[in-house]
C-alpha cells in the first residue's frame, strides 16, 4: 500500500519542489485533499470534510508542467423520485496544463493577460505550485447528476399517501381516479334540503 502525502486540509495546492524544471522529467505521488463545503448541483453534492484520495502525476514539459490527476469523490444527495438519502463514491480523471508564468529579464513575473475572447481557462504555475482546485471543482460539477436515483428504477414515492412504494406495496393508488370520486360522493353526508 501506498502513503497518501497529506495535502493541507482545504487546499488543493501541490507543490513541484520535487520536479525539476526540465522537460522529461516526472514526478508522481499518492495525494489525499479534503472535500470542500458547497460544492453541489441540485439535490447532489460532495460531502464536505471527506477524504478525497488522489493519484498524481506531474510531466515537465518546455513551456510549463502537465498533470494527470485521478482522484475519488464521496458524494451525497436526496433521490429526485423518493427523496431519500444516499451516498456513493465517484472517481474522475483530469489532464491539465499548467503553463509557467513570464518573467522579465530580472526574473520578475509578468502578469498574464487573458484574452476576453477566449473562453478557455489557463492555468498557470504559481510561487512553484499548482492550485488545483478549480480543476478538480470543474470536473467534479460536469460529473454530479442534475436527477441523482437512489437506484435506476427507484419506483418513487405514491401520489396519495406519500409513502415509499418500494417499501409499501400498494393498492389503493391502482383504483381508478374516476371511481374514487363516485366513492367520495357516496361517502359524503345527504344534502341538507334546508341547506
Ligand atoms: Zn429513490
Ligand atoms: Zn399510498
Not at 522529467?25 to 458547497?38: D, G, H, Q, R, T
Not at 441540485?42 to 510549463?64: C, F, H, N, Q, T
Not at 509557467?100 to 476576453?116: C, K, L
Request: net charge negative.
Amino acid at each position: 500500500m501506498s502513503t497518501y502525502s497529506p495535502v493541507e486540509p482545504g487546499s488543493f495546492h501541490v507543490s513541484l519542489t520535487h520536479l525539476q524544471r526540465r522537460p522529461g522529467n516526472m514526478w508522481e505521488s499518492p495525494l489525499e485533499f479534503v472535500a470542500p463545503a458547497e460544492l453541489e448541483v441540485g439535490m447532489a453534492r460532495l460531502v464536505p470534510g471527506s477524504k478525497m484520495p488522489a493519484d498524481i502525476r506531474i510531466e515537465s514539459v518546455l513551456d510549463g508542467v502537465l498533470v494527470n490527476l485521478d482522484f475519488e469523490y464521496e458524494v451525497e444527495a436526496e433521490c429526485a423520485r423518493c427523496l431519500e438519502s444516499f451516498m456513493w463514491t465517484d472517481e474522475a480523471h483530469v489532464t491539465e496544463l499548467f503553463l509557467y508564468e513570464e518573467t522579465d529579464s530580472r526574473g520578475r513575473v509578468i502578469p498574464a493577460v487573458q484574452d476576453e475572447s477566449d473562453e478557455s481557462t489557463v492555468f498557470y504555475v504559481h510561487d512553484d505550485s499548482l492550485d488545483l482546485l478549480e480543476v478538480v471543482r470543474d470536473a467534479i460539477v460536469l460529473d454530479l447528476p442534475l436527477s441523482p436515483l437512489c437506484q435506476p428504477d427507484c419506483l418513487g414515492i405514491c401520489q396519495q399517501c406519500g409513502e415509499k412504494l418500494e417499501d409499501a406495496p400498494h393498492d389503493h393508488e391502482i383504483r381508478d381516479q374516476r371511481w374514487a370520486a363516485l366513492e367520495g360522493l357516496l361517502d359524503s353526508p345527504e344534502p341538507d334540503p334546508a341547506g
